[in-house]
């Protein structure tokens, strides 16, 4: 039971290209979204996230488009750098219990070429 | 480094023995997280931690698994009699109580057992 997918195991991108990499949800009760990035040999590092009242968050060269009545989020990078070569990860959190968990797709890795 | 911190970064085990890992938090946040994952998936939740309190088990956490966070600082995990099929990264994280969405990782134990 995959609640949070990510389609696209990798994906290519030119310098200064835009990024985009998808994410799917089933979880209707899941309401706040957030974007990990993860070099080899490191933890995850925080990159964006955002709020189900929202459908776009920005921050930088990174931005955030959630639809939610597709239950579909995008994660934008323009313009791509080499030193965003990395995967990416997309999760997912919602309310209820005591812990915020998070649950994670299973990634994207992504190449940007010089 | 207010970073979180993992120790070991790799641990090579026979099948059979007891490993014990070790993560200390950034300082000021009270809620600890324990997640594995396995190559090609997104980090799985196993455990939660609100200061000293083990509040939540995923039901990935078998009985050869114990969590402890004594005094609500740094955490241990430990895994008796490895199996095979717990090689994995096991990965420690760790969020305020203001801002508890948005966890930090640390860089994880890369753990192989033979």
């Known amino acids: 039971d995959q609640q949070v997918k990510q389609n696209s195991p990798s994906l290519s991108v030119q310098e200064g290209r835009i990024s985009i990499l998808n994410c799917d949800y089933t979880n209707s009760m899941f309401d706040y979204f957030l974007w990990y990035k993860k070099y080899p040999a490191e933890g995850p590092t925080f990159l964006i996230s955002?709020?189900?009242?929202?459908d776009k968050n920005e921050d930088g060269r990174f931005t955030v488009f959630l639809n939610k009545s597709a239950k579909h989020l995008s994660l934008h990078i323009v313009p791509s750098q080499p030193g965003d070569s990395a995967v990416y990860f997309c999760?997912?959190?919602?309310?209820?219990?005591?812990?915020?968990?998070?649950?994670f797709g299973s990634g994207t890795q992504l190449t940007v070429l010089p | 480094d207010t970073g979180v911190s993992q120790d070991p970064r790799h641990k090579i085990t026979k099948r059979g023995q007891n490993v014990t890992f070790r993560c200390d938090p950034i300082?000021?946040?009270?809620?600890l997280y324990w997640y594995r994952q396995t190559l090609g998936q997104g980090p799985e939740f196993l455990t939660y931690f609100q200061n000293e309190a083990q509040l939540e088990k995923s039901r990935l956490l078998s009985d050869r698994f114990s969590a402890e966070r004594p005094k609500g600082s740094f955490s241990t995990l430990e895994i008796q009699r490895t199996e095979q099929g717990d090689s994995a990264m096991y990965l420690c994280a760790s969020s305020s109580r203001n801002f508890n969405e948005k966890l930090f990782f640390g860089s994880g134990t890369q753990l192989s057992v033979l």
């Open positions: 999760a997912a959190s919602r309310e209820g219990g005591s812990a915020r968990q998070l649950t």
């Open positions: 955002i709020s189900s009242i929202k």
């Open positions: 300082s000021e946040h009270n809620r």
